[in-house]
């Protein structure tokens, strides 16, 4: 914490923490937006819930406007919709708290991740069925796994190596390398479930410092910058009839941003993650219904070994972390 004594007639700057403190007569410095750091396991299970199944709307508007439109441009328009609209209601209730942060760098690392990502789940969906390439991005859980052993240096163990195995038998099956269905698209969804799965854990360490409402904020700014940087390379004018398609997808995308976000807040992501694979069922319906794809042989049992690997994982971990001794509290300062 930093005490500012009162200066008269002129006006300090401070810089303190990496970050630009302006100190004038009788004013303090912006408070930061809460955390809200606060457990609550049946809210976030029923946040985690409604993103799955609005992300897989968004998903499958977006996946219908790629049909006419370059990635880019669907990104970007889906991105500055909901960038707008978040912030035409979170700034008069925060105000310039926030995008008060003490982690500038990892939203941005964080957002370049995820705009490659998405742009790789996204060209997928245009060369996949939606629940096909939905299938393969639940191998995410399995990919943190395993770059944790090549970043993190940490040990994996039988366990983790066998769940890891039979995993990507499920990706093998869903996929069906070397059948005459097979499409290069499950290599573009793969490279979404191994990005999306480095970093996904990141974002609950951000959340002991960030609030959800700063999480999301800066997620959409960034995002919005770096795909309007691809709009000079392709770009097609909007056709008015498919506005309302475009402006649903980008309030679809911000309350599936912010919900998903919140529910990483409120709860272990232990307790919150088997929920997403609900979402699997979401993008059945929704590939039916829009493109008449009927999920096949392949695609159930590859998912269910998918999704059971996933929760046998996560099942794994938590048991484990609860088998460690608590870290000792440090001696106040």
Same mark, same amino acid.
Request: aromatic share 12%; charged share 10%; hydrophobic share 50%.
């Given at each position: 914490?930093?005490?500012?004594?009162?200066?008269?007639?002129?006006?300090?700057?401070?810089?303190?923490?990496?970050?630009?403190? #302006?100190?004038?007569?009788?004013?303090?410095?912006?408070?930061?937006?809460?955390?809200?750091?606060?457990?609550?396991?049946?809210?976030?299970?029923?946040?985690?819930?409604?993103?799955?199944?609005?992300?897989?709307?968004?998903?499958?508007? =977006?996946?219908?406007?790629?049909?006419?439109?370059?990635?880019?441009?669907?990104?970007?328009?889906?991105?500055?919709?909901?960038?707008?609209?978040?912030?035409?209601?979170?700034?008069?209730?925060?105000?310039?708290?926030?995008?008060?942060?003490?982690?500038?760098?990892?939203?941005?690392?964080?957002?370049?991740?995820?705009?490659? =990502?998405?742009?790789?789940?996204?060209?997928?969906? #245009?060369?996949?069925?939606?629940?096909?390439?939905?299938?393969?991005?639940?191998?995410?859980?399995?990919?943190?796994?395993?770059?944790?052993?090549?970043?993190?240096?940490?040990?994996?163990?039988?366990?983790?190596?066998?769940?890891?195995?039979?995993?990507?038998?499920?990706?093998?099956?869903?996929?069906?390398?070397?059948?005459?269905?097979?499409?290069?698209?499950?290599?573009?969804?793969?490279?979404?479930?191994?990005?999306?799965?480095?970093?996904?854990?990141?974002?609950?360490?951000?959340?002991?410092?960030? =609030?959800?409402?700063?999480?999301?904020?800066?997620?959409?700014?960034?995002?919005?910058?770096?795909?309007?940087?691809?709009?000079?390379?392709?770009?097609?004018?909007?056709?008015?009839?498919?506005?309302?398609?475009?402006?649903?997808?980008?309030?679809?995308?911000?309350?599936?941003?912010?919900?998903?976000?919140?529910?990483?807040?409120?709860?272990? #992501?232990?307790?919150? #993650?088997?929920?997403?694979?609900?979402?699997?069922?979401?993008?059945?319906?929704?590939?039916?219904?829009?493109?008449?794809?009927?999920?096949?042989?392949?695609?159930?049992?590859?998912?269910?070994?998918?999704?059971? =690997?996933?929760?046998?994982?996560?099942?794994?971990?938590?048991?484990?972390?609860?088998?460690?001794?608590?870290?000792?509290?440090?001696?106040?300062?």
């Amino acid at each position: 914490m930093v005490t500012i004594a009162p200066i008269k007639n002129h006006t300090e700057t401070l810089k303190t923490n990496s970050r630009i403190v #302006t100190a004038t007569p009788n004013a303090d410095p912006p408070a930061p937006e809460s955390s809200g750091r606060q457990e609550n396991i049946p809210r976030a299970i029923l946040l985690m819930i409604s993103a799955g199944a609005i992300f897989s709307f968004s998903s499958a508007a =977006s996946k219908y406007l790629a049909q006419t439109y370059p990635v880019g441009e669907v990104l970007f328009s889906r991105v500055l919709v909901s960038f707008v609209i978040f912030s035409a209601f979170a700034l008069p209730t925060s105000g310039i708290s926030l995008f008060y942060t003490r982690k500038p760098v990892a939203h941005v690392l964080r957002s370049m991740s995820q705009f490659t =990502s998405q742009s790789l789940l996204l060209i997928a969906f #245009t060369m996949m069925p939606l629940a096909s390439a939905t299938a393969i991005n639940f191998s995410a859980p399995l990919f943190a796994t395993l770059a944790s052993l090549f970043f993190l240096k940490e040990p994996v163990g039988p366990v983790r190596w066998a769940v890891l195995l039979i995993g990507f038998v499920g990706v093998l099956i869903v996929t069906n390398p070397g059948a005459d269905t097979f499409q290069i698209g499950a290599l573009y969804a793969l490279g979404n479930a191994i990005l999306f799965g480095t970093v996904t854990a990141g974002v609950r360490g951000m959340t002991k410092t960030e =609030s959800a409402r700063t999480l999301t904020v800066y997620q959409l700014m960034w995002l919005t910058l770096f795909n309007g940087l691809t709009l000079p390379f392709a770009f097609k004018t909007p056709a008015l009839s498919d506005m309302p398609m475009i402006v649903a997808n980008g309030i679809a995308n911000m309350l599936g941003q912010y919900w998903w976000t919140r529910a990483i807040h409120l709860a272990p #992501t232990s307790a919150v #993650t088997p929920f997403q694979y609900l979402s699997l069922l979401w993008a059945m319906m929704f590939g039916y219904a829009w493109w008449g794809d009927e999920p096949t042989v392949g695609l159930l049992v590859g998912s269910a070994i998918l999704v059971s =690997s996933g929760l046998f994982l996560i099942w794994h971990e938590a048991r484990k972390r609860r088998r460690l001794p608590p870290v000792p509290a440090e001696p106040p300062e």
